[in-house]
């Protein structure tokens, strides 16, 4: 996937979220058609740690059942580094499980900001997220 859309309104809401749960990583997921978010799902950070984050699984299951039945996509999976850094953490690349655009929401002096990455084979790429 090169590049994935979604508005302003649905990134101020993850913003809202993880800004809401820093310092701790706070996570969710983004499900859509082609590069197109429709839905931004919130989920629980079963680490509660300041510097990684495990979905939890119920509330995961729960969410890929949902996104199937409304015929979307999985697109997305967004998560926080409340004390940076911008891109993907060595943890984010080895427990990478899904081909989807890893959203990383940094912050640094006070603002959020949110960057798309392609993680596979132990690399990553970075892809543009285009804010309609
Ligand atoms: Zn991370």
Do not use: K
């Amino acid at each position: 996937m090169q590049s994935l859309s979604l508005t302003n309104e649905q990134l101020n809401r993850i913003i809202a979220h993880v800004d809401a749960h820093a310092p701790l990583e706070a996570c969710g997921l983004l499900a859509g058609r082609d590069s197109r978010v429709e839905s931004v799902i919130e989920v629980t950070n079963q680490a509660q740690s300041p510097v990684r984050y495990v979905m939890d699984p119920i509330e995961q299951l729960r969410a890929f059942e949902w996104i199937d039945s409304q015929g979307l996509d999985l697109l997305g999976i967004f998560h926080s580094h409340p004390s940076g850094p911008e891109t993907v953490s060595p943890t984010d690349i080895a427990e990478a499980a899904y081909h989807v655009v890893h959203v990383i929401l940094s912050r640094m002096n006070g603002a959020w900001r949110a960057r798309g990455f392609w993680i596979e084979d132990g690399a990553y790429r970075e892809v543009t997220l285009q804010i309609l």
